[in-house]
């Protein structure tokens, strides 16, 4: 698996352009109905998606220029950003998108290749720049899911999904609140661990499903657990 922003950049635009034909598909209702997010409708996810595609230029500027650029403002700000634009006619969400998205593709295009080694400030402090295109396409992947039409995470690209799911076990590492078990995947041919894996029930499924249990996309119905009793709870992804 890897994380080089330019290797990856071919998946992202296929993530995008599966994303624009989900809501191109999508009426006035529909982006005014409620998402999977609580208290946010499709037209703020994707509202959130056009943001945090400006956002993560910002980020790559930063990274281009030796400029301290912020990925937001304020934390206030983003949110009014969202607020304001989650109300607009489908037209107007699906173009923003689209550009917000062709924005990303360019300034990616800029960096030269030293600049993919500096450190960036993101929401939640300091962030390799060569990671940048994998959190993007993070973004796109688990809020397309989210948008709650017609996209599963069984529609993940395995690949994805495994990049995916070993990020999130990896941050589950050293958190008190992770509870100790064993995820098999891939034919039980590959497995993670998360803490002590001595007597620790053994979770296992499709990379998709274990990953999108872990971020909170699934109740996991899927899963199946060994010795047999119920899922462990992960502690919430952020």
């Known amino acids: 698996m890897t994380s080089d922003p330019l290797l990856l950049t071919g998946e992202l635009d296929e993530a995008s352009a599966r994303l624009l034909r989900t809501v191109a598909a999508l009426g006035a209702d529909d982006m005014a109905a409620p998402s999977l997010l609580p208290g946010w409708t499709r037209g703020h ?8 595609a400006d956002g993560f230029v910002n980020l790559l500027t930063s990274a281009r220029t030796g400029e301290a650029i912020p990925m937001y403002v ?69 809020h397309h899911v989210d948008l709650g039409a017609a996209y599963r995470p069984a529609d993940w690209p395995d690949a994805f999904a495994q990049r995916l799911l070993h990020e999130v076990v990896a941050g589950l590492a050293g958190n008190p609140e992770a509870p100790a078990m064993v995820l ?55």
Do not use: K, Y
């Open 184 to 238: 098999r995947f891939d034919g039980v041919r590959q497995e993670l661990v998360v803490g002590d894996p001595e007597g620790a029930p053994t979770v296992t499924g499709p990379a998709p499903e274990l990953a999108a249990w872990l971020t909170g996309r699934s109740a996991g119905e899927v899963l199946t657990v060994t010795p047999a009793g119920p899922l462990p709870t992960p502690p919430e992804w952020i």
């Open 45 to 52: 996810v994707l509202t959130h998606l056009s943001r945090n």
């Open 74 to 142: 304020s934390p206030e700000a983003r949110s009014a950003d969202i607020e304001a634009g989650a109300g607009r006619g489908p037209a107007d969400l699906v173009d923003d998108l689209r550009r917000s998205s062709q924005r990303f593709t360019a300034a990616v295009a800029e960096m030269p290749v030293e600049a993919w080694g500096a450190t960036v400030q993101t929401r939640r402090g300091p962030w390799p720049a060569a990671m940048l295109v994998w959190g993007r396409l993070r973004e796109v992947e688990v």
